[in-house]
């Protein structure tokens, strides 16, 4: 392949195809040239996984008020009011904005059907096919997409590395995962909306392509992320084992159901008044402790008081998932265990998505904008990808103005995108399931954050942590594949996210440390700060 190839234009870059990255590409393509890169198939994201659905106060009986209270009483002390305001007043306008783009939400007769989940003081949860509602929102988002004559996608475009000149990002370089050419895309602007890092926990409920790649590029090219030591770990993900962690909707305690241990008892009531309705981090710790208790792997989620008929109407995927492992959610008790779900951390951003450095913008999960704190309620975060997308995309229209520059757009397309099942792709996903050194090391950097870096955490296991990962060089070669390189960056982040953890010497949120159980506002009611080359520092 001659050079001349491999070096592309765009007048603005999105790294990822999630619900962040394509509604920020259809703001963006309202001003110029838009490429898309997603690193797997265009609608592999952590957005079509999400099975609750999307948090809005649109319901009769719901004001934005309450939602806003709802999201900073569950931040634990964190939430930056400002962008908690934003995300819960503008919601609406986009939640709309999406139905009029052809989203099928469920409706009871005409009228939206809104559910109810822990911590929520209304029923605001829209859903679709039940408990499809980020797959129906990103099947929406891509037709949408797919409609607009400059907005390119490139689906298996890995992208490595982030190109920074006289501190100002200005484009990026990617893998093609098909033929493995390497390749040079320069843009007025880069949003990073890569999605999480649940792949750096042994049990995790994301798909396989969350290795926080976003956050490892922006950290490396010197922006700021922020905190880092918040991960929400999902208090019932599906514990059969040779399965993979499928996650056992909230909804599904929203609706009724209870957990009880290997005895068969009931055992919230120990934990919280408000029981199986309790946040998130305390259903998750609750359930440690009672395996811990009981010495087991696992504890059950009954669903049996409810009918099949409700059961498979409700929850069509949960239902047919578990009865394809032998369950049925109607008659069984599921056997379930906490898992790693959502990075309330990452790259620190303003209001607008703007990261510490010009030119770089991150939006949705990779983004830290502070509508989390410490914990993020239950079905936020579809909203804040949405909200925050749509005005990353707005800032960085304003910022980087495609008429200014010189340099045309892309001339026709940035290169023929190749269609998702083309022999190549076949050869490229054998290639990638082949077992490699990057593979061993990825299980103990899993291992070792799961067992020291998890749910209850320690000063001392936190510091064990530190000295195994530093301990453990991820393979170099001359030429790293797409794995080498997500090795990389989980190794990063995870001395980043204990670091952080380490700092943090109280407990809050989703972070507990059993050597200092008890939340402190004086010391630590603030963000940490973690940039290249720096300690941890906090700040408001």
Request: with cysteine.
């Amino acid at each position: 392949m001659s050079n001349s190839h491999k070096n592309h234009r765009a007048d603005y870059a999105v790294v990822g195809s999630g619900i962040a990255g394509l509604r920020a590409a259809i703001e963006l393509s309202r001003a110029g040239s838009v490429l898309v890169l997603a690193k797997s198939n265009l609608s592999d994201s952590a957005t079509a996984w999400a099975q609750g659905g999307i948090a809005v106060a649109l319901s009769d009986e719901d004001e934005i008020g309450l939602h806003e209270q709802d999201t900073i009483n569950a931040g634990d002390g964190l939430c930056r009011p400002e962008a908690v305001a934003l995300v819960v007043e503008e919601g609406p306008k986009y939640i709309t904005e999406l139905i009029e783009w052809g989203t099928e939400f469920d409706r009871s007769g005409t009228k939206l059907a809104f559910t109810r989940e822990a911590a929520h003081s209304r029923s605001r949860i829209l859903h679709a096919h039940g408990d499809s509602t980020g797959r129906e929102i990103s099947r929406a988002l891509l037709a949408r997409a797919h409609t607009i004559p400059h907005l390119h996608l490139r689906a298996h475009a890995f992208t490595t590395e982030l190109i920074v000149e006289r501190g100002s990002v200005v484009g990026l370089c990617f893998i093609d995962e098909t033929d493995g050419s390497e390749h040079e895309l320069r843009a007025g602007a880069v949003l990073l909306a890569t999605g999480g890092l649940g792949q750096i926990y042994r049990e995790t409920t994301n798909p396989e392509v969350a290795t926080g790649d976003g956050m490892a590029i922006a950290y490396e090219a010197g922006a700021v992320l922020s905190d880092m030591e918040f991960v929400q770990f999902h208090p019932t993900a599906l514990a059969v084992k040779g399965a993979p962690r499928f996650l056992l909707s909230e909804a599904l305690r929203g609706e009724g159901g209870v957990l009880r241990n290997i005895g068969l008892e009931r055992f919230m009531k120990r934990y919280n008044e408000a029981q199986e309705l309790a946040p998130r981090d305390i259903v998750a710790r609750a359930i440690v402790s009672e395996m811990h208790r009981t010495q087991s792997t696992h504890v059950f989620l009954d669903m049996t008081r409810m009918s099949e008929e409700f059961l498979k109407k409700r929850f069509p995927r949960i239902y047919e998932t578990c009865s394809s492992y032998g369950l049925d959610l109607a008659s069984d008790m599921a056997p379930v265990c906490p898992a790693a779900h959502y990075m309330m951390g990452g790259v620190k951003t303003d209001l607008w998505g703007r990261t510490s450095l010009p030119g770089l913008y991150a939006a949705g999960e990779t983004a830290a904008t502070g509508v989390h704190g410490a914990n993020r309620l239950a079905s936020n975060s579809l909203l804040e990808g949405l909200v925050f997308g749509a005005r990353a995309g707005q800032a960085m229209m304003k910022d980087a103005p495609v008429a200014k520059r010189s340099g045309a757009a892309l001339p026709g397309s940035p290169a023929p995108m190749p269609g998702n099942s083309t022999a190549a792709h076949k050869e490229a996903a054998k290639a990638n399931s082949k077992p490699s050194p990057a593979c061993a090391t990825l299980a103990k950097i899993r291992d070792v954050m799961w067992r020291e870096v998890g749910i209850l955490r320690s000063g001392k296991e936190l510091a064990e942590a530190i000295e195994q990962l530093q301990a453990l060089e991820p393979p170099k070669s001359e030429k790293p594949r797409r794995e080498g390189h997500e090795v990389r960056n989980l190794h990063a982040l995870a001395l980043l996210i204990a670091r952080s953890g380490l700092a943090r010497e109280e407990s809050r949120g989703s972070h507990y440390r059993s050597d200092f159980p008890y939340r402190n506002d004086e010391d630590f009611g603030k963000h940490s700060v973690l940039q290249k080359g720096k300690d941890v520092r906090f700040e408001d």
